[in-house]
């Protein structure tokens, strides 16, 4: 699997959109991007994932470049509840295996 | 709907002790997986079952770590005579099928601790 970069961490404030980056410059055509996130004490959660468009749902955006080397996952209004670590994943389609790294820790802000 | 619970939340153990450690997947779910997780580290691969085969323990650190899911539902890791290396939260997931890109489901995990 590709692997990926995130920074260690980022403060955002309450209310206001996240965004949080990460690069995959070694990623092949058959990999999608994941993104999960684990609040304090509890599994992991996942949020969203995609290959090559951009995609939204209820709890986030994703954002894919075009040459799929990096990518945005976009909280669109963080509140306090968002304070986790978020990591971003790499995963052949037809692969069973989840590789996580360090991820970003993300502190919202009042 | 439900989703993958794991029992205990916390176990304590003395060095040497046998634990067994459960996992409760999502109904209809596939997919089961057993990840490790060492504190301030992002989870781990152990282990992974298709219904109820096994189709990779790669992960498993040493032969003291066993899991099985002998009826494709509930699942259960055991690890005999604990060390101290071996405190972590374990955690079970689950997923529809992977071969349709099918997101894994994560339970709260277990913290093990060993003294």
């Known amino acids: 699997d590709a692997k990926t970069t995130q920074p260690p961490s980022m403060d955002c404030a309450e209310g206001r959109a996240a965004n949080l980056p990460c690069n995959h410059s070694t990623i092949s055509g058959n990999e999608y991007v994941y993104w999960y996130r684990q609040i304090h004490s509890q599994g992991p959660q996942y949020i969203i994932h995609?290959?090559?468009n951009n995609e939204t749902n209820e709890m986030a955006s994703l954002i894919i470049t075009e040459d799929r080397k990096s990518s945005t996952l976009i909280l669109p209004h963080a509140t306090l509840r968002d304070t986790a670590v978020y990591y971003c994943i790499v995963r052949v389609g037809y692969d069973y295996k989840l590789s996580f790294g360090a991820g970003t820790t993300v502190t919202v802000r009042a | 709907g439900a989703g993958v619970s794991q029992s205990p939340r916390y176990k304590v153990a003395k060095r040497g002790q046998d634990v067994a450690l459960r996992c409760d997947p999502i109904?209809?779910?596939?997919?089961l997986f057993w990840y490790q997780q060492a504190l301030g580290q992002g989870p781990e691969f152990l282990t992974y079952f298709q219904n109820e085969a096994q189709l990779d323990k790669s992960g498993l650190p040493s032969d003291r770590f066993f899991a099985e899911r002998p009826e494709g539902s509930v699942s259960t890791l055991k690890i005999q005579r604990t060390q101290q290396e071996d405190s972590a939260v374990y955690l079970c997931?689950?997923?529809?099928?992977?071969?349709?890109?099918?997101?894994?489901?994560f339970g709260n995990g277990t913290r093990l601790t060993v003294t």
């Open positions: 109904s209809g779910h596939v997919s």
């Open positions: 997931a689950s997923s529809a099928d992977v071969s349709d890109n099918s997101p894994l489901h």
């Open positions: 995609g290959l090559k």
